[in-house]
């Protein structure tokens, strides 16, 4: 049950470029999606998040936008730093059906290279 | 900076013995969750509890899963049967409100089953 897919599961920068990371989902009832960061031997970290209200939600390098039409959302980093280097975990949930329920894509390995 | 610590790291067992994964989550939180990623696939809801109840859980917590908060810190997750594909990274989250985007996780416990 593939609700929320990622289709790259890795991607490799150069440092100073711009990332962007890749999300699909298919249920039309999720109304919030997140992007969590995860490095080797570490929970999943919460990144940035935005409502289906909103197509566009910026915080520092990070920007995360939102085609509902397409049901698509995307992870911008710019500019893309080593320390970004991990596994990008896109997120959705049905904040109208009353769940904190996250479903979760299987991840993208970011690796930026100095 | 608060933070959610589960015990063990690492735990070895053999297919048909209990384990309990043990987590403490961040002591003003109300809202607890356990989440599985079994390797290479993706961060899976399993349960949510809050207020001493299950609130949801997933079809993957049979009742072969049970969820406890003993005292006032520890939120424990056992197997009472563990077979070969509970072998998974087990992830404790919590949140102080409910909200999904609130959820911090801890760094998880590796269970092999053998």
């Known amino acids: 049950d593939q609700q929320v897919k990622q289709n790259s599961p890795s991607l490799s920068v150069q440092e100073g470029r711009i990332s962007i990371l890749n999300c699909d989902y298919t249920?039309?009832?999720?109304?919030?999606f997140l992007w969590y960061k995860k490095y080797p031997a570490e929970g999943p970290t919460f990144l940035i998040s935005?409502?289906?209200?909103?197509d566009k939600n910026e915080d520092g390098r990070f920007t995360v936008f939102l085609n509902k039409s397409a049901k698509h959302l995307s992870l911008h980093i710019v500019p893309s730093q080593p320390g970004d280097s991990a596994v990008y975990f896109c997120?959705?949930?049905?904040?109208?059906?009353?769940?904190?329920?996250?479903?979760f894509g299987t991840g993208t390995l970011l690796a930026v290279q100095p | 900076e608060p933070e959610v610590t589960q015990t063990p790291s690492h735990q070895v067992t053999q297919m048909g013995q209990e384990v309990i994964l043990r987590c403490v989550p961040i002591?003003?939180?109300?809202?607890f969750y356990w989440y599985r990623q079994i390797l290479g696939q993706k961060v899976e809801f399993l349960v949510s509890f809050y207020n001493n109840e299950i609130s949801e859980k997933s079809e993957i917590f049979d009742d072969q899963f049970s969820v406890e908060r003993p005292d006032g810190s520890n939120f424990t997750l056992k197997i009472r049967s563990t077979k070969l594909e509970d072998s998974a990274m087990y992830f404790c989250a919590s949140s102080e409100v409910d909200r999904g985007d609130e959820q911090f996780f801890g760094p998880g416990t590796r269970l092999t089953v053998l």
């Open positions: 997120a959705a949930l049905n904040y109208g059906g009353a769940t904190n329920k996250l479903i």
């Open positions: 249920n039309s009832m999720f109304d919030y």
């Open positions: 002591s003003n939180h109300l809202y």
């Open positions: 935005i409502s289906s209200i909103k």
